[in-house]
């Protein structure tokens, strides 16, 4: 155990293509309403990967930015971790493809599949890791492709999601402040109602997304609640201390809902479920990154990340901006 390591983030990127799918559009594609979306959920739009694009090549993308934005070369990464559940194969990890890609030749990776808290969850496992003092530089990137995976017969999930991909280079220094607390959890007696299958055909629609909307939204309100107290009181920070939470983003009105439940204003929630729905492992990088470049973010602050999702699986980050 190196004593007093904290984990910092010293850089952030995104990846996102370039081809936009308007609620309108899907009007011609489902039978829904653009309306119907962008009220039961907040969504407007959502990027979808094109051929040439996919959950590795969105992953490198944010992975060369967050080099980039912390001055970093590729060969001083010691470890890579992926979060996502849209890899291109069922092995190797798409961790070893970025691994190759961003040419971090010292680098071991490995990929995590929490689904939608994937994120959090890799976050957690690279914080250990900096702790413990086993690795320094850890990139952590969140990458997904949900458009390969959705059932584009199905109105009640295929508007829910999109593609992205969202990346943080973390290091370990004596510097105060950094991630504080980490808390994760999972309940699999929930796993019924949020599921792919994991058959490499698709002639019966059994690799598609089937979710119940509706229990996945009431364990969401009560996951993000939880997970935010959890997280900010194992690093001691009170409710109303809380700077800004970056939630994953599924639903404004999951949102709404934990914001009401944690009696928060919501414009300390990031939100940009309107621009990019639900791109599961990705959502939290990406609101964070925005937050980031927006000036939203600032040296001293203290953020929550949190997240849910299929599992059922849940978790909460506290980090003190340095
Ligand atoms: O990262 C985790 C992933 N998943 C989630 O976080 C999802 C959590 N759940 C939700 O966000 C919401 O439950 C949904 C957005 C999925 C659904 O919203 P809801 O308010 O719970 O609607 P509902 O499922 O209760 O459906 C209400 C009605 C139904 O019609 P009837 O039975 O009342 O006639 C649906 O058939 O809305 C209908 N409906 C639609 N109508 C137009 C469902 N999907 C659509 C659609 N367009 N796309």
């Known amino acids: 155990m190196s004593d007093g390591q904290q984990t910092h983030v010293i850089g952030w990127g995104i990846g996102l293509p370039t081809q936009i799918l308007t609620n309108e559009k899907l009007e011609s594609i489902v039978d829904t309403s653009s309306h119907w979306i962008q009220s ?3 969504i407007v739009e959502r990027r979808i990967a094109s051929t040439d ?3 590795y090549s969105l992953g490198l993308t944010a992975a060369k930015q967050a080099l980039h934005e912390a001055g970093m070369l590729a ?41 939608c808290t994937g994120f959090v969850s890799a976050i957690s496992v690279a914080d250990s890791l900096i702790r413990s003092g086993q690795h320094n530089n850890v990139l952590v990137v969140g990458s997904e492709t949900m458009s390969r995976i959705v059932d584009w017969t199905d109105r009640s999930t295929c508007v829910l999601f999109g593609d992205g991909a969202g990346a943080l280079l973390l290091q370990g220094s004596r510097k105060q402040g950094g991630i504080l607390s980490s808390v994760q959890w999972s309940d699999g007696s929930g796993a019924p109602y949020l599921y792919v299958e994991n058959i490499n055909h698709d002639v019966d629609r059994r690799n598609f997304i089937k979710m119940d909307g509706r229990e996945v939204f009431k364990f969401a309100v009560r996951a993000m609640t939880e997970a935010t107290i959890k997280s900010a009181t194992l690093a001691g920070i009170s409710i109303p201390e809380i700077d ?22 919501l414009d300390r929630f990031v939100t940009n479920v309107d621009k990019y729905g639900n791109t599961s492992a990705a959502s939290v990088p990406i609101a964070l990154y925005e937050a980031i470049i927006d ?11 949190v997240a849910f999702g299929a599992g059922l699986s849940a978790g909460g980050v506290a980090i003190e901006w340095a």
């Open 75 to 115: 060969s001083d990464v010691e470890m890579i971790v992926v979060a996502t559940s849209t890899g291109e194969y069922g092995f190797p990890a798409v961790a070893n493809q970025i691994q190759h890609g961003i040419e971090a030749d010292h680098a071991a990776a490995f990929d995590i599949n929490t689904a």
């Open 40 to 42: 039961r959920t907040g």
């Open 53 to 55: 694009e996919s959950t």
């Open 295 to 305: 000036g939203r973010i600032q040296s001293g602050m203290k953020l929550i990340l």
């Open 244 to 265: 800004l939470v970056i939630p994953h983003q599924a639903n404004i009105r999951i949102i709404e809902a934990a914001a009401r439940a944690l009696d928060m204003p």
